[in-house]
């Protein structure tokens, strides 16, 4: 253990143990990994804290001490999942962000988040479920549900800009458009619909939504080898094809 002093005259001495921190750390991940599993298999509102406390082998007095009571449990076992760590780090400091807007192209940046989507959705996914079905009985779990679709929808719109610097974006698409598409394919949703329920493997889920988002939202000069008219889709009723439009760009 080792004595540390903050410099200040009369200061008390603190002390500091890196085992007792491992320790720390190495509990907290216990109680997370215990309340991921039980919300995941009993749903949040069949789960307790005394649950989580017996899965993970300490008292409830630290699930309490080391994350929360149960809403903060949630909110702590969302956030790892999004982060990808032992800690909840901000969506600009994680690593993918920071290798998207270091990208120099709009295909490359869609590329890198379509990859980010399958590696997050992996963790993510079971749990954003439980949420939401939790939410249309609970309202805590509402307002969680609430709080982070108003958060993915505000990054959706920064990533949607920093698209837009590349120059490559279709100019018929306003940037709330490109962040709604986008967002609507990036849900844990989405992910169960076809590597859940279709059978999918990641690679190709993660391989679609990067083609599925480079011809939609790439203007057609900048598509990689695919020059051509850009195409909507009919809104006529029973009409399920698409057809290309002769006169103006598409609107989604």
Do not use: C
């Not at 079905?133 to 958060?151: F, H, L, T, Y």
Request: hydrophobic share 40%.
């Amino acid at each position: 253990m080792a004595e540390v002093r903050d410099g200040r005259p009369g200061a008390p001495r603190r002390y500091h143990s890196p085992r007792r921190a491992e320790q720390a750390a190495a509990t907290r991940g216990a109680v997370l990994a215990a309340a991921r599993e039980l919300f995941v298999a009993q749903g949040y509102l069949g789960t307790t804290v005394a649950d989580v406390a017996r899965r993970a082998q300490v008292a409830v007095d630290t699930v309490y001490a080391t994350v929360g009571r149960k809403p903060e449990l949630l909110r702590e076992v969302l956030e790892t999942a999004l982060s990808g760590t032992e800690q909840a780090v901000p969506a600009r400091q994680r690593d993918y962000v920071v290798r998207i807007r270091a990208a120099g192209s709009a295909r490359e940046k869609l590329a890198l988040y379509a990859a980010a989507v399958v590696d997050i959705q992996a963790r993510l996914a079971p749990i954003f479920l439980a949420l939401r079905d939790a939410a249309v009985s609970d309202p805590a779990s509402a307002a969680e549900w609430e709080r982070i679709s108003r958060r993915r929808a505000a990054n959706m719109r920064e990533f949607a800009a920093d698209l837009r610097a590349s120059g490559e974006l279709r100019p018929d698409l306003s940037d709330d458009e490109v962040a709604d598409v986008v967002w609507s394919m990036n849900g844990p949703e989405y992910w169960v619909l076809l590597v859940g329920d279709r059978g999918w493997t990641p690679e190709r889920f993660g391989a679609f939504l990067t083609d599925a988002w480079t011809r939609m939202l790439i203007a057609p000069d900048h598509q990689p080898n695919r020059p051509g008219t850009p195409r909507r889709l009919s809104r006529r009723p029973g009409q399920l094809r698409d057809e290309p439009s002769a006169d103006r760009p598409a609107n989604l």
